[in-house]
C-alpha cells in the first residue's frame, strides 16, 4: 500500500494553477485555450480539468455538463485508443467560460485539489498500467457519455465528474487507490440515473 509522495508534477494544483494563468491572460477561456496550454502530452491533465469543472458550482450551468461530459468521453477514448495527439470537434473547443466564474470556481476546488494532493502514493499500481488503465479510461468515457442524460437533476452529474476525477487522478499519479475508491461515487450517480428512469 505505501509509496513515494507524488511529485508536483502530477498534483491538481498545479493543474488549477495553469488554468488560473489562462484566466489571467483571457477574458473568456475556452477549451481550446486550455488544450494549447497543456500542451500534446496534456490530455489526461484535460480530462481531469473538465470533470472538476463538473465537480464545481459551474455545473448549474446549463448544458455545461453535457458539454463537459461528451469532452470528457472524447479524450478519454482516444486515450484509450493510444491517439497521441488529442482532437476534439468545434463546437466543443470553443466552448468557454467568463473568466470571474472560472476563477472563482478554481478556488473552490483548491481544497478538495489539496486534499487529493496531500494523499497520494504511489500504489496498487496495477490499477494504473494496461490493459487495468485502457478500462478505466473506457469508464471515463461511459461516464461522460452519462451525463447528458443527468442534465435534469442539477448537480448530479458531479457523482458522475467526481468518480472521474478519482480515475484520472489515478492514472496520472499511478495511485491505484484512487481508482478503486472511485466506485463510491460511480454507485452514487448509477442510483441517481436509475432513480431518474425507474
Known sequence: MGGSQCTAEDSLGGLLDQVAAI???????????VVIAFGPR??????IFVALVIVSPLSGIPLLSSFGGLTIAAIALQLALGRRRLWLPGWLSRRSIPRPRLLAAL?????TAGFLDRHCRRRLWLLTTPPVSQAVLLVCALAGLMMPFLELLPFSSSFLAMAVTCLGFSLLTRDGLWAALALVPLGGAVWVLTGLLG
Open 23 to 33: 484566466a489571467e491572460r483571457e477574458e473568456n477561456p475556452s477549451l481550446d485555450s
Open 42 to 47: 496534456g490530455a489526461l491533465p484535460l480530462m
Open 107 to 111: 478556488e473552490r476546488l483548491r481544497p
